[in-house]
């Protein structure tokens, strides 16, 4: 089995063309070949199937196996992939999610594509939620980009701390279902920071509908303009909102093509 192992600001995916037919038990395949001791390892498998209400259609699997409606990372890089890959020459794209079809504008230069903009369409956010937990109480502002997440404004943050609050605000009962749990430090009205826990995969690189979530959150209180640097610990992503759609921009790259023979291991067996 084939496989291209790529990343948008260190959050990486490995992406399957199932154009013609796709392997079986996708969920299961996604937990083994994500595990980063025993398979390629990565936040998650992409596969790439024919559009149907657009170019393509991307089905998204966390590292759990567990389904996922959309990833700005990964629908980034899913456009250099097409487009590298000589499965399209269109620099404009539209692409079919569990959330909706998502635009893609690619820049291409010398012939690969080198950064990707995405359209996210709008972000919708309700009041904020006060979730106890083991580790405190926090605020909570719920944002749905075509997925759920919860975003907490808060000083200087630790990965230490996303990676012990994260999993705690991911299951508040208040929030009323699983979330991505951001963790939003306004530098000032051009600059956000922000410390990413992904549901299913846990401590990630960065999220790029996270960087969405946290900017629409921001926009909210007027603590940023219409367009932002989003800093992730693995790199940066520009958001901006216009006619209160988000776009948001950032690179793609490809880390290495393999092609595995894999056998299911008796851990995910159980």
Known sequence: MKFVKMEGLGNDYLFLNCLEGEPPELPRLAKTLSDRHFGVGADGLICVKPGQAGDFTMEMYNADGSRGAMCGNGIRCLGKFVY?????RKCCLTIQTDAGPRGLELSVRNGRVAEVTVDMGQAQIDEEVYCQTAAGAF?????????????????EWTEEETARV???LEHCPRLGRRRNIEFLTVEDREHLTVRVWERGSGVTLACGTGACASFAAARRRDLCGPKAQVHLPGGSLRVEERENRLFMTGPAHTVFRG????????????
């Open 166 to 168: 994260g999993p705690l």
């Open 259 to 270: 092609e595995t023979d894999f056998l299911w291991h008796s851990e995910t067996e159980n």
């Open 84 to 88: 590298d890959s000589g499965l399209t």
């Open 139 to 155: 605020w909570v502002t719920p944002v749905e980009v075509g997925n759920p997440h919860g975003v907490v404004f808060c000083p």
